[in-house]
């Protein structure tokens, strides 16, 4: 059963960006510094006085982030540095499956040993990405915003396929034999991952909000006409759409058993994967009035939801879901600042030589 474990009061301002893991939350922002707290009460584990982060991750043992020209690999308990190094390019955004690390900037991919930050390949890219990369059991897959969707080999960095769709994609999932794409146009497609021939689209008309889920036979994806679709992951047929009631916002994300969605009310809307059965919808606890959400983010083992909202009163709240046993918990007070490590600056980086960068063909294969 979901339950909110605590809902807290937050006073930091600005952009914010948010990380979970089974273990931790992490904050920061362009003007924030980082602060890591404890998943299962809320409390303040440690804060890193460096700010201009511009992206998070969390995974295991680490928190993930950029700031300035560097990436940095915090330990999640202690905040201490296990790894830094130098970004390739602008805009990174990090993607981790808890074994690897997708560093994907405007002009390149760049895949790392998440334990040690060792580069195990890099690719560069014709033109920015349109979507977050996706990290498939063999094959990383990335959409460009010049409408080219490129498939490279996870275990060597070569370019099996790239092809041109219709248009930009806005979520992309990989899980053989499939990989799969949501439009711009409001197209969600299907292509062979030997490839990257079509097997099969529909003309949705409705954009999806984020990446597909793909769970057993079938593939999900939020759309924002507010609803949840389910497709036959190997012939499309199409099952019948799931009302979320609002708007999606992030998502879907999924667990051993379930998957949900962010909505922008604050709201997670938590569907039964074998039955496509609504099972919760978990609010922000205490409130009448639904607030704004700011940001949603999910652990890896999908057993912790957190989500940043706006309430009604201008208040930023924090909130994070478990999954175990239901019980009443308290909306908690805004909590004091906890001592902990306080680190004012990051280590000299060190950046290990990288293999030779290989480009994708334009071509498309025949």
């Not at 600005?14 to 939350?25: N, P, Q, T, Y």
């Not at 982030?65 to 970004?87: K, N, P």
């Not at 790392?112 to 990290?135: E, F, H, Q």
């Amino acid at each position: 059963m979901w339950a909110p474990a605590w809902s807290h009061d937050l006073d930091l301002t600005g952009d914010l960006l948010l990380a979970a893991s089974s273990d931790v939350i992490a904050l920061a922002g362009p003007d924030t510094p980082l602060e890591v707290r404890r998943v299962s009460t809320g409390a303040v584990l440690w804060r890193h006085q460096s700010s201009n982060w511009q992206t998070l991750a969390a995974a295991g043992p680490l928190v993930l982030g950029v700031s300035g020209d560097h990436a940095y690999a915090l330990d999640a308990a202690t905040g201490r540095t296990r790894w830094v190094t130098e970004t390739t390019g602008a805009s990174v955004r990090l993607v981790t499956d808890g074994r690897h690390l997708l560093m994907l900037s405007e002009t390149d991919a760049l895949l790392r040993d998440l334990d040690t930050g060792t580069p195990l390949w890099r690719v560069g890219l014709t033109a920015p990405p349109s979507a977050t990369a996706a990290l498939g059991t063999t094959l990383v897959v990335i959409a460009q915003q010049d409408g080219r969707l490129v498939a490279i080999e996870r275990a060597t960095g070569a370019v099996r396929w790239n092809v041109a769709l219709a248009g930009a994609a806005r979520g992309v999932a990989a899980e053989p034999p499939m990989v799969y794409a949501g439009l711009a146009n409001g197209s969600f497609c299907a292509f062979d991952d030997r490839n990257g021939r079509e097997r099969w689209c529909f003309a949705l008309r409705t954009p999806a909000s984020g990446d597909p889920v793909v769970t057993d036979a079938v593939v999900r994806v939020a759309l924002l006409d507010n609803s949840l679709r389910s497709f036959n992951r190997l012939n499309g047929a199409m099952g019948s759409p799931i009302a979320l009631g609002h708007r999606p916002a992030a998502g879907p994300w999924q667990n051993d058993s379930a998957v949900f969605v962010a909505l922008t009310t604050g709201e997670f809307v938590v569907v039964d994967r074998q039955t496509g059965r609504t099972l919760h919808r978990l609010g922000v606890p205490g409130l009448t009035t639904p607030p704004l959400l700011e940001r949603a983010a999910v652990s890896l083992d999908g057993r912790t939801l957190v989500s940043l909202t706006l309430t009604p009163g201008a208040q930023r709240r924090l909130t994070a879901y478990r999954l175990g046993p239901s019980q009443a918990l308290p909306i908690l007070p805004k909590l004091p600042v906890v001592p902990g490590p306080r680190l004012t600056q990051l280590p000299a980086p060190v950046t290990p030589d990288l293999p030779a960068t290989a480009a994708p063909s334009r071509q498309v294969p025949h």
